[in-house]
């Protein structure tokens, strides 16, 4: 596989490539190029390409394939882009890896919840929300000793949060502003306690970006 040819393609993208973000090329289901950034997932030259990865779509489909991984088999959540390409007369696809975050920063941001409390409806100041929690089918949000529910899913919120907010959990985004320490269980896993008193989990997928965000 040439080498400077998918350099030459990591350099025509580099106009928009965040400095952050890492580059993959796969061929016939393997990785055959890794170029590391800021959020580096550790992929291996010769590794397959695991599924329900971007890359997998991409070589599937042959199409432009765009989306949040959350339960990546790389060991992080992230944000990828991929693009079919051809290499050598082969269908190939090059990927674009980006924190998890990006999503977040990419999309015009809210500036107040709306809850019901009991019979009432509130709207509430984001920067005033603790973290916010998908139970029971339902989305819930915590703010001045208060617990609202929510008509909107975690996954559309997630999109739409300014960049304070922190995902940790598929069921638990967090206010940074609001953390008061980071420790470890029993079982040696990440978890966050609140300035509310409240203990949240953080889940493996997620400790990778957790870590990254926080820097620590």
């Given at each position: ?14 106009d ?18 890794f ?15 695991p ?52 999503i ?44 609202y ?68």
């Amino acid at each position: 596989m040439e080498t400077v040819l998918i350099e030459q393609m990591g350099f025509m993208l580099g106009d928009w490539i965040p400095k952050e973000a890492s580059i993959a090329v796969a061929v016939a289901g393997r990785y055959v190029y890794f170029k590391a950034g800021a959020h580096d997932l550790k992929v291996q030259i010769g590794e397959a390409v695991p599924k329900g990865s971007i890359a997998e779509q991409t070589l599937k489909e042959v199409k432009r394939v765009e989306k949040l991984v959350e339960a990546s088999s790389l060991g992080s959540t992230y944000y990828g882009i991929g693009y079919p390409v051809e290499i050598q007369g082969q269908t190939a696809a090059l990927v674009v890896i980006l924190p998890a975050t990006y999503i977040i920063q990419k999309r015009q941001t809210v500036r107040f919840l709306t809850g019901k409390l009991e019979e009432v409806w509130r709207p509430v100041p984001i920067g005033q929300v603790i973290y916010i929690e998908s139970s029971q089918k339902k989305t819930w949000f915590y703010a001045n000793e208060e617990t609202y529910c929510s008509i909107h899913t975690l996954k559309n919120l997630k999109e739409q949060l300014p960049d304070v907010f922190l995902p940790i959990h598929r069921s638990y985004i967090v206010n940074i502003n609001y953390i008061e320490e980071i420790s470890r269980d029993v079982a040696s896993n990440y978890i966050l306690t609140m300035k509310d008193g409240a203990v949240l989990p953080v889940s493996q997928n997620y400790a990778t970006s957790v870590r990254e965000r926080l820097g620590f």
